[in-house]
């Protein structure tokens, strides 16, 4: 079992997509056991994309991440954290799957819509960030019996 830290970021909420996105997640079968509608501060940007620090669209991507409301959630689930980047698509909508949320919903690198943890250090280091372990709800679900 595995958890993942997942973002819709300001283009994503701005454009009404927080559901539709859920709702991809959740017929996939992952579970939500944390999720929060938030304004991120420069802070927390900087923190949760600190590996970016050195690179020259860091000053962007801050900008934008503090630009609007973010919906921030964990999802739990077997293969939970590359299911989600699979799901996302491509970093670069341009180069991203139709059928994946970028590939569906964006078109340009600095307005994807998603991010999803890419590794197991990464989702622990940001579920840590975002929440702390004690916000993750644990709960059972019939569904999961057929999972
Ligand atoms: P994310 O962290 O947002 O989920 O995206 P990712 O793992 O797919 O991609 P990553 O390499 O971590 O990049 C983080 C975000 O930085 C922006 N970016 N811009 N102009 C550029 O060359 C460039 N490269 C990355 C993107 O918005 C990307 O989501
Ligand atoms: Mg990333």
């Given amino acids: 079992m595995e958890r993942t830290f997942?973002?819709?970021?300001?283009?994503?909420?701005?454009?009404?997509?927080?559901?539709?996105?859920?709702?991809?997640?959740?017929?996939?079968g992952l579970k939500l056991v944390a999720g929060k509608l938030m304004q991120v501060t420069r802070e927390l940007a900087e923190a949760h994309y600190a590996e970016h620090r050195e690179k020259p669209f860091f000053g962007d991507l801050v900008a934008f991440i503090t630009s609007?409301?973010?919906?921030?959630?964990?999802?739990?689930?077997?293969?939970?954290?590359?299911?989600v980047r699979e799901m996302m698509g491509k970093t670069n909508p341009k180069e991203a799957a139709p059928g994946t949320i970028r590939g569906d919903f964006a078109l340009t690198i600095d307005k994807n819509v998603i991010h999803g943890s890419d590794s197991p250090e990464s989702a622990a280091r940001e579920i840590a960030l975002w929440f702390g372990e004690e916000a993750l709800l644990?709960?059972?679900?019939?569904?999961d019996a057929w999972l």
């Fill in 68 to 83: 609007g409301p973010v919906f921030a959630f964990v999802l739990e689930g077997p293969n939970a954290i590359g299911v």
């Fill in 6 to 28: 997942v973002m819709v970021k300001p283009d994503g909420v701005l454009r009404g997509l927080v559901g539709e996105i859920l709702a991809r997640f959740e017929r996939r």
């Fill in 138 to 143: 644990s709960y059972d679900r019939p569904v």
